[in-house]
């Protein structure tokens, strides 16, 4: 028999971006059109796959059987996830994607994080 493969460590890194966020999707398929980008709320984020599902984004068909009753046949469409790179915090006064740093608190305590382009507090 052969060897396991042996899967990637997850990252001890912070991600900065977190469910519930506005992001704006930076490539693939689902980016938009020029000077209409695409946003949407993040519903999960999966730190070992380093992936992100998006809101009415990447929509992805499954044909499914009813296995109980009460269950739903049929074609269903749901969001796939997107790699965490081809997604950006959305900044509302830059109005469009931006990178996000981390920053110390007045406190000192705890962590904020900060848009690199405006310099604003992100929520």
């Not at 060897?3 to 980016?31: C, M, N, W, Y």
């Not at 992100?52 to 046949?73: D, L, P, Q």
Request: hydrophobic share 30%.
């Amino acid at each position: 028999m052969g060897k396991k493969k042996k899967q990637p460590e997850p990252s001890k890194k912070a991600f900065h971006i977190r469910k519930g966020d506005t992001v704006v999707v930076l490539s693939g398929d689902s980016k938009g059109e020029p000077g209409k980008p695409r946003l949407g709320r993040v519903l999960a984020v999966n730190k070992k796959k380093w992936t992100v599902t998006v809101e009415k984004v990447n929509f992805i068909k499954r044909h499914t059987k009813a296995r109980a009753a009460g269950k739903e046949s049929g074609i269903l469409e749901k969001e796939a996830p997107l790699h965490i790179s081809k997604v950006a915090l959305w900044d509302a006064k830059a109005n469009k994607g931006s990178r996000v740093g981390l920053r110390r608190s007045k406190d000192g305590k705890s962590r904020e994080r900060v848009s690199r382009s405006t310099g604003e507090v992100l929520g």
